[in-house]
């Protein structure tokens, strides 16, 4: 019983690391029906910033590991704002196999310059957090899987109200649903979408940190596979779809740390690609997602 | 004889040619000269499904592998047992070479009607990524399967592939992707990039002409597969990851997708050009996902897309008039 | 554009004909890509070697020219490089690869071609099966999977463990084959068995189930990437046993990575900078001077190792004549190296001492020697 509570709490927090990176995914897909394909390296350059942040906050307090996070946060914002800018506006207007070849360029053009510039080889993350462990009755409990869940919850309330009870948020909702005519009523179209990139890839910085707190290793390809499961949870939970990509994400991450505990573990990656084709096939808009006619 | 058939007996002729004098050429040109024409099988295999279909595909580098290991069980693993213990003659070996290549294709054609069926409902973005996942699964499955070498691969496969093969299959890729395309499939391929939904309103079977792209595609890059496991003679599971499939991709895009003279070009010089640049290898990835950004910005249509056809009648047209 | 790239060619081409050159020995390593952490080491350490024989002058009165190419840790790259370096660079000798399998590559067109191949660490008994021209200066898994064997039976007193295997690296599976095989037949138990693969970053299901299964050691015969995490997660499960692993835990990033939690942890490999023989701190203090105050690791000494006996195959031989080279190198008896004292066997391979190594206080610390 012990060990199934284990993988439960451990499937729980690699499920919210999953949800934070697949809300970036599923709101920049609501607003531009386009997967940033370059999302996983954002949360990739996260970490990184959280490295060299923490090389000058205190190490193992509260306060230290969230500044470090802030920093992070602000800083992938920038990134995620700059690059649709510059790089994914001027197509704004090309077919989605041009702007998906943008980028999937993009996404290479971060991982291989990370790569010169931090070097290839993984490096160790510093303890932002206190990193207690506490033991319950044989259930091992350690600060680190705490922080990522209680920030992460946080954090999605938090988007939640931005997405519901702001002004902004209703532009967002709005340029999803019809971008015509939100731009009809007024909506400054681009302040919207920058707005979506920057909160996407701030919560994809914040992904970053707390899954480097937990998985002390960082490197420039780091991105890569989570980035991948994060998507799958996306479309699991229904692309474009905020509280599905939160509950394709735990879905994902329970089922990914069972099979890993179990006879299948090197098929992991596998099945969770099996889980995506899955769902295309027989669910398409996912678990929470409605099932919209393409109009002509 | 009609022109590409033609084409095609001629190109055999000069690979033939080409292959006896083999012997004298300095092995290393050999090698880069191979890798070119495997390129150029992938590329244009590619392109039929990427490039006229415009169906995107991330994961031909697992079609590949699948051509590979299949052709490779077939010689090195079954080959001493169908040659016999002394090897098999020259022709034998020839033989049992040809039917492990086509043996290999057809496996990596099954594979790709295994995954094109499901996949080929869907559009752009998931299509890129769920072929992404199927390359994946591939290469997850060749590294848990010990009597394959598992994560070690296989290695001391023969030394079949030749120059004559390579070129010989490299222009049959070409002969069969420009008939296709000039045929009656071909308009339904190009309908089916165009406007999927006009043309499914028009009573095309889309989903028919997206799957024969795909399978053909699946086929040769298996063909290329197998070319390469016996010219490498060591094939492991990770070197047909997804950078592999991104490397085929970056030739079809800078060819221009749809352009089947152009895709050799840009093959031949992406297999050229780290030969020359060995200096600067560390940055060559970065160099390829500036170049695709910046294309797809500035010219998305590829930079080798001309109508070459045109243009070779108008140099000829002006060499005539010149005074 | 793509006219420049051709005239470029041509000219590279052109200037790569062999005139007056000294003796030319090829290396082909990672240096970039995933391993380019061993490629680059391995290189030191080659490079180091041959600027020292041709301060002192060289060998058979011509100096040593090192010809290296980067394989960038990718399949199909080190055969290309190695038929560069043989026909156009036309080298009488090759050094390669740290990996097993890119040597297993760049083998069969060392051997068909007859230009003697020394691997400097690949540890994976087919290497040198593939010929008589391909040699290695290290020991080979089945020793190594002994080594450890030995050492968690009857130095850890260890008798049941669990051993967890990276199934995407074939060192790994090769590794815990012979120690499992060693292990069983010393009369220990191996209580339970998990997988993961390399790039994996959670292993709490696979050590959650290990600690269930109530083991006293844990062999995890993988690269310090992942030994550094496992070991981690192990201490953060309140699992307080050893766990230990091969020479690819070595990296100064084992501790950085792994913290505490790599504490009494053991690992075997080929040498260690501590020994305290003349040779091993002469070779230090050299590779420091030349390289910023980097202490070499063991990949840096067996690419100095090889080096060092591939030109002095060539002394012996009194020629480059590749047949004479192969033959002096298969002779090699007792030679002083840093990684200890090289003999090679009628496998062409080394018949060498391992190291085991303890981390305490944060360091790499040499626990003892074992003898083959």
Same mark, same amino acid.
Request: glycine share 16%; hydrophobic share 10%; aromatic share 0%.
């Given at each position: 019983m012990t060990e199934f509570l284990q993988q439960l709490l451990n499937g729980i927090s690699l499920g919210a690391i999953y949800a934070l990176i697949a809300l970036g995914y599923t709101m920049v897909y609501g607003v531009l029906r386009f997967i940033n394909f370059a999302h996983s390296d954002v949360f990739m350059v996260g970490a990184f910033i959280g490295y060299y942040a923490g090389q000058h906050l205190p190490h193992g307090t509260i306060g230290g590991g969230l500044a470090a996070m802030a920093a992070a946060m602000v800083g992938c914002a920038i990134l995620g704002i700059a690059i649709e800018r510059f790089v994914y506006r001027p197509l704004r207007s090309s077919s989605t196999l041009n702007v998906l070849i943008t980028a999937i360029g993009m996404s290479l053009f971060l991982e291989y310059t990370g790569q010169l510039v931090f070097g290839a080889t993984p490096r160790a993350y510093p303890a932002l957090f206190p990193s207690t462990i506490v033991s319950v009755h044989g259930l091992i409990i350690s600060m680190n899987q705490v922080v990522v869940i209680v920030v992460a919850a946080i954090l999605m309330v938090a988007l939640q109200f931005a997405v519901f009870r702001t002004k902004i948020g209703t532009a967002m909702r709005a340029v999803a649903l019809n971008p015509a005519a939100a731009r009809l009523v007024g909506i400054n179209i681009d302040v919207v979408i920058s707005f979506t990139f920057g909160l996407g890839s701030a919560l994809a910085a914040a992904g970053g940190v707390l899954y480097a707190i937990n998985y002390p290793s960082i490197d420039p390809l780091m991105g890569v596979v989570p980035g991948l499961k994060a998507f799958i949870a996306a479309v699991l939970g229904g692309i474009g779809n905020i509280p599905g990509a939160a509950l394709g994400a735990l879905i994902l991450g329970l089922v990914e740390t069972f099979v890993d505990g179990s006879h299948w573990s090197t098929y992991k990656d596998a099945i969770a690609f099996a889980i995506l084709i899955g769902i295309l096939l027989f669910r398409p808009a996912g678990l929470l997602g409605r099932f919209t006619a393409e109009k002509v | 004889m009609p022109r590409p058939l033609a084409a095609l007996l001629l190109a055999v002729l000069a690979a033939a040619g080409v292959s006896l004098f083999s012997g004298h050429i300095d092995p290393y040109y050999l090698d880069v000269l191979m890798g070119v024409g495997i390129n150029v099988i992938l590329a244009v295999s590619l392109n039929l499904v990427n490039g006229y279909t415009g169906q995107f595909s991330l994961g031909h580098a697992g079609f590949m592998s699948v051509g590979a290991y299949l052709s490779a069980w077939i010689t090195l693993i079954e080959g001493p047992r169908i040659l016999g213990a002394s090897g098999g003659t020259a022709p034998e070996q020839a033989a049992l070479f040809l039917c492990a290549l086509v043996l290999g294709g057809l496996g990596a054609a099954a594979a790709g009607l295994v995954v094109g069926i499901p996949s080929l409902r869907l559009k752009g973005d998931y299509l890129a990524l769920v072929t992404l996942g199927f390359g994946e699964i591939i290469r997850v499955i060749f590294q848990n399967i010990d009597s394959l070498g598992g994560a070690l691969g296989l290695n001391g496969i023969p030394n079949y592939t030749t120059v004559f093969w390579v070129y010989s299959f490299a222009a049959l890729t070409v002969f069969t992707v420009v008939c296709l395309v000039r045929s009656t499939y071909g308009r339904g391929f190009i309908a089916t990039q165009d406007d999927e939904i006009a043309s499914e309103a028009v009573g095309l079977n889309t989903t028919r002409y997206k799957i024969v792209a795909f399978v053909v595609g699946a086929f040769f890059a298996g063909v290329a597969g197998g070319l390469y496991g016996h010219f490498k003679l060591t094939i492991t599971p990770d070197g047909f990851d997804f950078t592999k499939s991104i490397e085929i991709v970056v030739m079809v895009i800078l060819g221009g997708m749809g352009n089947t003279t152009g895709v050799i070009l840009a093959a031949i010089l992406l297999t050229l050009l780290p030969e020359v640049l060995r200096a600067a290898d560390q940055y060559r990835m970065i160099m390829y996902s500036v170049a695709l950004i910046v294309l797809m910005l500035a010219r998305p249509k590829g930079l080798f897309n001309f109508d070459y056809a045109r243009l070779v009648r108008r140099l000829l047209g002006r060499a005539r008039t010149a005074p | 554009m793509w006219l420049a790239a051709l005239a470029a060619a041509a000219a590279v081409v052109a200037g790569c004909?062999?005139? %007056?050159?000294?003796?030319r020995i090829g290396e082909y390593a990672s240096l970039t890509g995933k391993e380019a952490a061993f490629g680059q080491s391995s290189h030191k350490g080659t490079q180091l070697a041959i600027e020292e024989i041709d301060a002192a002058g060289g060998v058979l009165g011509r100096k040593v020219e090192l010809v290296t190419d980067d394989? %960038?840790?990718?399949?199909g790259e080190s055969a290309t490089i190695v038929k560069k370096l043989i026909f156009r660079d036309k080298v009488v000798g090759v050094l390669g690869e740290v990996a097993s399998s890119r040597s297993l590559e760049a083998a069969p067109i060392c051997q068909a071609n007859r230009i003697p191949m020394i691997s400097p660490s690949s540890t994976n008994p087919r290497v040198t099966e593939i010929g008589d021209y391909i040699f290695r200066v290290c020991f080979i898994d089945p020793f190594q999977g002994t080594v450890m064997a030995k050492f968690a039976k009857d130095t850890l007193k260890l008798h049941r463990v669990a051993v967890m295997t990276s199934v995407s690296s074939a060192y790994s599976v090769g590794l815990a084959k012979y120690f499992k095989e060693r292990f069983l037949a010393d009369g220990g138990e191996i209580a339970i068995e998990q997988k993961f693969q390399e790039g994996d970053k959670d292993f709490n299901a696979q050590l959650t189930a290990i600690r269930a299964a109530g083991v006293d050691g844990i062999f995890v015969p993988g690269y310090y990437t992942e030994a550094a995490l496992i070991c981690r997660q192990a201490r953060e499960l309140d699992m307080h046993i050893p766990l230990f692993g091969g020479d690819g835990w070595e990296a100064p990033e084992l501790i950085s990575i792994g913290g505490p939690a790599v504490e009494g942890c053991y690992y075997s490999t080929h040498y260690s900078p501590q020994v305290d023989t003349p040779v091993v701190q002469s070779f230090v203090a050299r590779f420091k001077a030349r390289y910023n105050g980097e202490v070499p690791d063991a990949m840096a000494a067996l690419g100095y190792d090889s080096a060092e006996v591939m030109v002095d195959a060539i002394r012996r031989a009194g020629s480059t004549d590749p047949a004479a080279l192969r033959d002096a190198i298969a002779a090699t008896r007792d030679y002083n190296g840093v990684t200890g004292t090289t003999t090679i066997d009628r496998e062409r391979n080394a018949t060498k001492s391992a190291v085991i190594i303890e981390v305490k206080d944060g360091k790499f610390k040499f626990l003892e020697t074992v003898a083959p």
């Open positions: - | - | 004909k062999p005139g %007056e050159h000294g003796i394989d %960038e840790t990718k399949q």
